[in-house]
């Protein structure tokens, strides 16, 4: 009987588990489920006779050194902090790992050992990262068959509540780890436009955006994600003059993010001492410098951001619970932790809302030797939750995830290595997957200039 341990039962496992007991039920498969919220593992087993939920403290090393030895494949949807501890692990049993979280250089590292090992270490094998790799790659690929020259690439991703239904004031719900979305621009961000490199400090990131049409959903601002550069030599395009990783969002969302990053508060370093007594309200003050006077906090944070006290932001601060006078009561002590516990509470998705994800990729193409204007290929993904059941976020980020484990499990992929999805004995199989569980691209051209 093949083993597969899944590490983490959070959002993003919530289709990957359901599914992976699915097709245990078909094969001789066993689903261990390891979380340090034993109860939560629980509920995503559900009693199935093919699986099984474990008490999982990843930095317990002696457990976690068993677990994996015990498994044939582990998936790792711990957050990305854990990722080299898993992966040493797993190179040390010779265990294939499956990841959805980018590949940090301390995976990157053990290359060479997992390849003596026999040991597959695959990462970014989720959403975004993901399938923006897989159908990046396929697309690039497809074109350069055609004869086309690809000088430009643009790519954006999001996750966001369906445009059609109510939002709350920053248009947003939270359907994944909410610690990533208080902890985004982190990095700062770089890419290039028209020859031209532009490098993006973390503090800057959300004042740097633009406005860009998606087909089927409207209009939507995005902001550049991490090192766009990096993907030049991941996708063979060193030559383009145009290379942008993006994020999507709702207008409006980054003006008032802007300003929470700009008072300091995604902070995970500095120690907050007994940080569940405390008010939201004094944690916020505590940021500002004492000479910022004003009888009021709004006035003092308007003054200090040099923003209304009347505005939008100011309201939006407020109606997240940045300015309530009532005990944080959250787990942790950061400001962080703090901006996490408020964005899972707050913009949680309700029983009968969805959310979409999406994906664009905009590839401008010259024809040398031909006669055909130079043209724009535009490939956008849009897929829906199912309400009560599943996110698009959950599924869109598991599926891929359990199409890894099976190519791996049916003796279907022979890499080695720590490798991302972009060679085509992986996104090939997993893309033909996803179009038939309903992740499909749509296409388009339009001529440019």
């Known amino acids: 009987m093949k083993q597969i341990l899944v590490l983490g039962a959070g959002q993003s496992a919530a289709f990957l588990i359901p599914h992976l007991l699915d097709r245990a039920s078909e094969r001789d498969w066993f689903v261990t489920v390891g979380d340090v919220d034993i109860e939560l593992a629980r509920n995503r087993v559900n009693e199935h006779p093919c699986g099984n939920a474990v008490f999982f403290d990843v930095n317990d090393a002696s457990l976690r050194s068993a677990q994996i030895e015990n498994a044939d494949v582990v998936v790792n949807l711990l957050p990305p902090s854990f990722q080299e501890l898993v992966a040493w692990d797993c190179v040390n049993h010779g265990r294939h790992m499956v990841s959805a979280s980018y590949r940090a250089q301390a995976v990157r590292d053990l290359d060479l050992d997992a390849q003596r090992k026999g040991v597959l270490l695959l990462c970014e094998l989720g959403l975004d990262p993901g399938i923006d790799l897989m159908s990046a790659m396929a697309l690039i690929r497809r074109v350069r068959a055609r004869g086309g020259r690809i000088v430009g690439f643009r790519s954006y991703g999001s996750g966001i509540p369906s445009p059609e239904q109510e939002h709350n004031p920053f248009r947003y719900v939270v359907t994944w780890n909410p610690r990533n979305v208080a902890m985004a621009g982190q990095h700062g961000a770089q890419y290039m436009e028209n020859g031209k490199i532009k490098i993006v400090p973390f503090h800057e990131v959300f004042h740097h955006t633009w406005a860009t049409e998606v087909d089927g959903v409207g209009r939507l601002e995005a902001y550049p994600n991490r090192d766009s550069l990096a993907y030049r030599e991941v996708f063979g395009l060193e030559h383009v003059e145009t290379m942008i990783r993006g994020t999507l969002r709702y207008p409006g969302w980054s003006e008032t993010w802007a300003q929470i990053v700009r008072l300091g508060l995604p902070n995970e370093h500095l120690r907050i001492p007994d940080l569940a007594e405390r008010s939201c309200r004094e944690v916020v003050e505590m940021f500002l410098p004492l000479n910022v006077t004003g009888p009021k906090l709004e006035q003092r944070i308007a003054r200090f951001l040099r923003i209304s006290p009347t505005g939008r932001i100011i309201e939006n601060m407020r109606w997240l619970g940045l300015l309530s006078e009532e005990k944080t009561g959250c787990e942790g002590d950061t400001a962080t932790a703090m901006l996490t ?109």
């Open 341 to 449: 516990h408020l964005l899972a509470t707050k913009l949680a998705l309700g029983p009968d809302e969805t959310d979409i994800v999406i994906l664009v990729h905009e590839l401008d193409v010259e024809h040398p030797g031909s006669e055909r204007a130079a043209e724009r290929l535009i490939s956008t993904l849009v897929a829906s939750g199912e309400p009560g059941r599943f996110t698009a976020m959950s599924k869109s980020v598991g599926l891929p995830a359990a199409l890894g484990v099976e190519l791996l499990l049916d003796d279907r992929l022979h890499l080695t290595g720590a490798h991302i999805p972009t060679h085509r004995s992986i996104y090939e199989p997993i893309l033909k997957e996803l179009e038939t569980s309903g992740l499909r691209f749509q296409e388009r051209v339009e001529p440019i200039g």
